[in-house]
């Protein structure tokens, strides 16, 4: 067995659980590649090292199946990297509870077989973290998941904007356990938010004051008919809070649209408005285009290896850096190149702690 296995389970079986269990095994196969990648390996951790051991849906079709087969199933749209031979993880039918709502009609039928035991799974898959994948609005849902992991000591990467991470009962629950958190709403690798955060830091640091700005986002996948809804309104705040991360107070409008055609491919389009020298206008304006699903699994392979580094050092609890540099809505915002500094300070510990063993 490898012994920096990191045993994970994955709650919500979408197109982003499509690309991470994809990439990881194209990552596997490709031992030196690391294009893609911020880090090839993570204080002794290679991204070969996680191994998803555990996955929850609610879905029909994909509960009760291999989770080669279940990431593969309609309505997931994203695009195939590469074949998955079974895998021997069943996808397990989790609570239901906020995790669906009408607008999923004819896109998602929920399954007939039993709820699972959370926490059984949990620990009779010997989990080490857990990755919450549900869709955005799933309160009740995430606190549930959330709370079977931290009662067992399992590590917690929150990818939706509930903010678990500003909840000191969770933080607590997390301390008294000796596990950590990263969140809330994960920060695509290469986003609009962070997209939209770094050109405003450049025209502010370049003198410029900025008068107003907008950002449109467009896609096809489930997320983005789920954001149609009033669901969508603590989205658009997370991603609010990310933009205007270390930047001041401006006049900002974010809009979502789903255009079913595109799938999983998201389109961004930034439009930032404002004064120069002598009061002059300028304006900037740019379009971003990726894959939707694989901007968040180049985030997320880094914060599952970060709660596996925080477990070996004996931190506990919100992890700050991390969760501000991964997430839209972490606890504490920080400056992108301080958290990251942080992070790279955290990775030295690490190394340092490992070789003095």
């Not at 090839?40 to 996680?50: A, K, Q």
Request: aromatic content about 6%; glycine content about 8%.
């Amino acid at each position: 067995m490898n012994r920096n296995q990191i045993r994970i389970a994955i709650v919500g079986v979408g197109n982003c659980a499509c690309n991470l269990v994809q990439g990881i095994k194209y990552y596997k196969i490709n031992k030196a590649k690391s294009t893609g990648l911020m880090h090839r390996v993570m204080g002794g951790f290679d991204i070969s090292d996680i191994e998803i051991v555990a996955a929850f849906d609610i879905a029909e079709g994909k509960v009760g199946q291999d989770l080669s087969t279940a990431i593969f199933v309609s309505p997931n749209c994203t695009e195939k990297i590469i074949d998955i031979p079974p895998s021997g993880v069943i996808v397990q039918k989790g609570p239901v509870l906020d995790g669906w709502g009408p607008h999923f009609e004819g896109h998602i039928k929920i399954s007939e077989m039993p709820e699972c035991n959370i926490e059984y799974v949990l620990k009779t898959n010997r989990v080490d973290a857990i990755v919450v994948m549900l869709p955005t609005g799933s309160t009740k849902a995430c606190y549930t998941y959330v709370e079977a992991a931290l009662n067992l000591g399992i590590g917690v990467v929150n990818g939706i904007p509930v903010l678990i991470s500003h909840d000191e009962n969770i933080v607590k629950l997390a301390e008294m356990n000796h596990a950590s958190i990263i969140g809330d709403d994960f920060k695509s690798q290469i986003g609009g938010t962070i997209l939209h955060n770094t050109l405003c830091s450049l025209l502010k640091n370049r003198g410029v004051e900025i008068s107003n700005s907008y950002q449109l986002n467009y896609a096809g996948n489930m997320d983005f008919l789920n954001l149609q809804t009033t669901r969508g309104n603590e989205k658009h705040k997370s991603k609010k809070r990310g933009v205007l991360a270390g930047c001041d107070e401006l006049d900002l409008s974010i809009g979502v649209s789903y255009i079913e055609n595109q799938n999983d491919i998201k389109t961004c389009r930034i439009w930032i408005e404002g004064e120069n020298f002598a009061s002059c206008p300028i304006t900037l304006e740019c379009k971003l285009t990726v894959v939707d699903s694989a901007n968040s699994s180049g985030v997320i392979v880094d914060a599952i290896r970060c709660i596996a580094i925080a477990k070996k050092l004996k931190i506990y609890g919100r992890l700050e850096a991390p969760s501000a540099y991964y997430m839209k809505s972490p606890y504490k915002q920080i400056e992108n190149s301080i958290a990251l500094e942080e992070i790279e300070k955290l990775l030295e510990t690490a190394k340092n702690e490992y070789s003095n063993c």
